[in-house]
């Protein structure tokens, strides 16, 4: 089943100017719009959501709005620079998210996800991506995904949500209560429909087809079977001008996945042969199908490091082609590299002198394709007493910082990401506990080692600047080995409230 992402910029023209002038800019809270000419009129083309809450409109003379808001930023439209800016965000996209990206103007992208949503956590998690990153740019999102383009388009629009997951095949009953305006049609089928007494999407739908077709044409059936998921509609990706590509046409359309891995092998082949010829790896292909129904399948695979060999690579793709529904035949196949990246030689290493490093990079990239690339990571130390900040999470195959671990005092296997609050009986200042009670459980201590005192970092926050925590190895007598603290110094206040925790489980 295709899913498809509507991405949606309500305030894009006024964003993409007020990222452009920088500081320059009018205050975010200071009402703005922008004005082109329409004849001898000058109109608004676009306000940002301060000057539509004071109830100005797109389509009023600037004059009218400069009269009903005191202190207006009127500035000029620049529809060009807006429409270039969107194709340049469809790249970001493009290179990011999904193989299959387009501009739907004037203030959104299409995106097909079919199949790639796993590599980045989940359909949610995805939308809230983009939504998030778009947002730290200064670009106001929303963005939604169903079935078809249609769907997907209504519901980031009309449906007062940041994110919106239309659930497979529930594209239906999502537009049934959104306002007729949803549709993309033409205002005069709208206002003609409006006049007529319809309101909603289910009120067409229980309609009979006929009429309709009869009063406003057939856009009207089209765009109903587009939002209610029952008609396909095609999306021309965007290409970037540099791309690296080769493709394969075929007079018969094939199907059968035996053929479709044998011609993927040989589309790898010339690709790595021109990939050579620049010096570069591929870490990120993407293989598109057309198929003779004028529908696209897309497959994406990435790679921990630039590569460029042939059999690695054709392994990644051929592992996907059971996610390719073929339909009625394919007709043409395309290979590009979505990311490439220089790929440096590697020396070969004689075993008489040393031995070669282990090569666990097409691992990586077997189970990043299966799992996604954000749930493979690896911890990295980070130059801090204070345990929970001592790591970070980083890609697999990521270079080495040189930063080393800490070795004058053991680390548990297992730490919690929030330390759990126990019962336990200790002498203080100093002693370890003699027994605690976690989740229920009453452990009485059988060997201790301790205590490792740990400072706040006061430099990032006041409130740390007296903190303290001193923390203790513990064996049970079931032979379990904890980490504990006790929050505070065992004598002042000032520097912890002297209760315990459980931070980490050893082995």
Same mark, same amino acid.
């Given at each position: 089943m295709p899913r498809v992402v509507s991405l949606f910029l309500p305030s894009w023209s006024t964003d993409r100017l007020r990222r452009k002038l920088g500081d320059v800019s009018p205050p975010p809270d200071k009402p703005l719009v922008l004005v082109g000419r329409q004849g001898n009129r000058r109109l608004v083309t676009a306000a @940002? %959501?301060? !000057?539509?809450?004071f109830g100005l409109r797109i389509g009023m003379p600037a004059t009218q709005a400069q009269a009903l808001v005191k202190g207006l930023a009127v500035m000029? +439209?620049? =529809?060009? +620079? @807006?429409?270039?800016?969107?194709? %340049?965000? +469809? $790249? /970001? !996209?493009?290179?990011?998210?999904?193989p299959i990206v387009a501009v739907d103007p004037p203030d959104g992208l299409v995106i097909d996800t079919t199949g790639a949503d796993h590599l980045h956590g989940g359909e949610k998690v995805m939308l809230a991506d983009m939504v998030e990153r778009l947002g730290e740019a200064g670009i106001t999102a929303r963005a939604a995904v169903a079935d078809s383009w249609g769907a997907a388009h209504a519901v980031a629009r009309y449906v007062r949500q940041s994110v919106g997951v239309v659930a497979v095949n529930a594209s239906r009953d999502a537009v049934l209560p959104l306002p007729v305006a949803a549709l993309r049609l033409p205002d005069a089928i709208v206002s003609g429909l409006r006049v007529l007494g319809f309101g909603t999407v289910g009120e067409l739908l229980k309609q009979p087809r006929a009429p309709l077709t009869l009063r406003f044409g057939p856009e009207l059936g089209r765009r109903l079977d587009q939002a209610s998921g029952r008609l396909a509609e095609p999306i021309e990706p965007v290409r970037p001008a540099d791309v690296l590509e080769v493709k394969r046409t075929f007079g018969e359309p094939i199907g059968a996945a035996e053929t479709i891995a044998r011609y993927v092998g040989k589309l790898v082949q010339s690709l790595c042969a021109e990939l050579e010829t620049k010096g570069l790896g591929a870490r990120r292909l993407d293989l598109l199908l057309c198929r003779v129904d004028n529908r696209m399948e897309a497959i994406r695979v990435g790679t921990a490091l630039p590569v460029r060999d042939v059999k690695r690579l054709t392994r990644l793709l051929c592992d996907k082609i059971e996610t390719v529904d073929p339909g009625f035949g394919i007709e043409l196949m395309r290979l590009s590299v979505a990311l490439a990246e220089p790929l440096i030689p590697r020396q070969t290493i004689s075993s008489l002198v040393e031995q070669p &490093?282990?090569?666990?990079?097409? $691992?990586i990239d077997i189970l990043g394709n299966r799992v996604g690339e954000e749930r493979l990571y690896r911890f990295a130390p980070v130059a801090s007493d204070v345990p929970e900040r001592s790591f970070r999470r980083v890609a697999p195959a990521a270079m080495e910082t040189g930063d080393a671990w800490p070795d004058h005092w053991p680390r548990p296997a297992r730490l919690f990401a929030v330390p759990e609050r126990i019962e336990a009986i200790a002498l203080l200042p100093?002693? =370890?506990p003699a027994s605690f009670t976690w989740r229920g459980i009453r452990r009485r201590v059988k %060997? !201790?080692?301790g205590p490792e005192r740990v400072f706040g970092e006061w430099w990032?926050? &006041?409130?740390?600047?007296?903190?303290?925590r001193d923390y203790f190895q513990v064996e &049970?007598?079931?032979?379990?080995?904890? /980490?504990?603290?006790?929050?505070?110094?065992?004598? &002042? !206040?000032?520097?912890?409230?002297?209760? /315990?925790?459980?931070?980490?489980?050893?082995?």
């Open positions: @940002d %959501r301060a !000057a539509l809450e000029d +439209a620049e =529809p060009e +620079a @807006d429409t270039e800016a969107l194709e %340049r965000l +469809a $790249l /970001w !996209a493009l290179r990011r998210y999904a &490093d282990a090569e666990i990079s097409d $691992l100093d002693h =370890p %060997r !201790a080692d990032k926050r &006041d409130v740390e600047l007296a903190a303290v &049970d007598e079931s032979g379990e080995r904890f /980490w504990l603290y006790r929050a505070g110094d065992g004598e &002042d !206040a000032a520097t912890g409230s002297h209760r /315990w925790f459980l931070h980490g489980i050893f082995g």
